[in-house]
């Protein structure tokens, strides 16, 4: 039996996080959690404990940013890759970058379901499957003293100053 991976989606706008759970879900492969509000995206990911996050850049309540300082503090989750999704980022400044800015992989908004299906695919930790027989990536991230190597050391790389914005 698959296991299914599982993703949670923390993003203010509502109509967005329950289409991607929607797309996402019928593909059978993974499990989706939705928050909009993100000051409770820290507790919903101790909570669900997931293998992925996409995590909206700006919102109300608390920056995207400030949310991925916090699940990188918590020792449990600080391995979990996190995938920015925003619309402050065009799709040109993320191609010029390779997908990525401030080293966390972006997808700028909106975006169509096979870009978001393939990041997700491509920032997924290897499956236990894979670590047994001894997959590059898990020998990295055993060498690196568990963590995925594709993901950055620093996780101050997005605090709200630092983050990449359009000039209006």
């Known amino acids: ?17 329950m289409l991607v759970k929607l797309n996402l879900e019928r593909t059978g492969r993974y499990e989706v959690r939705e928050e909009n509000r993100a000051v409770r995206g820290l507790a919903a990911a101790r909570e669900f404990k997931p293998d992925l996050v996409l995590l909206d850049v700006m919102m ?32 040109e400044e993320v191609a010029k970058q ?17 870009v978001l299906l393939d990041r997700i695919e491509k920032t997924l930790p290897p499956d236990a499957a894979a670590a047994a027989t001894g997959s590059a990536t898990a020998a990295a ?6 963590r995925d190597p594709r993901q950055p050391r620093n996780p101050d790389a997005l605090r709200r100053e630092d983050r990449p914005h359009r000039n209006w």
């Open 60 to 91: 109300p309540d608390l920056d995207g940013g400030d949310v991925l300082a916090q699940l990188k503090d918590d020792p449990n989750l600080k391995n979990v890759p996190v995938v920015f999704l925003t619309a402050t980022v065009l799709k």
């Open 141 to 146: 991230t055993a060498a690196g003293g568990g």
């Open 1 to 17: 039996m698959l296991h299914k991976k599982k993703i949670l989606v923390i993003d203010d706008e509502r109509d967005l996080t």
């Open 98 to 114: 390779g997908g990525s800015i401030g080293g966390y992989p972006f997808i700028p908004k909106p975006f169509q379901t096979e």
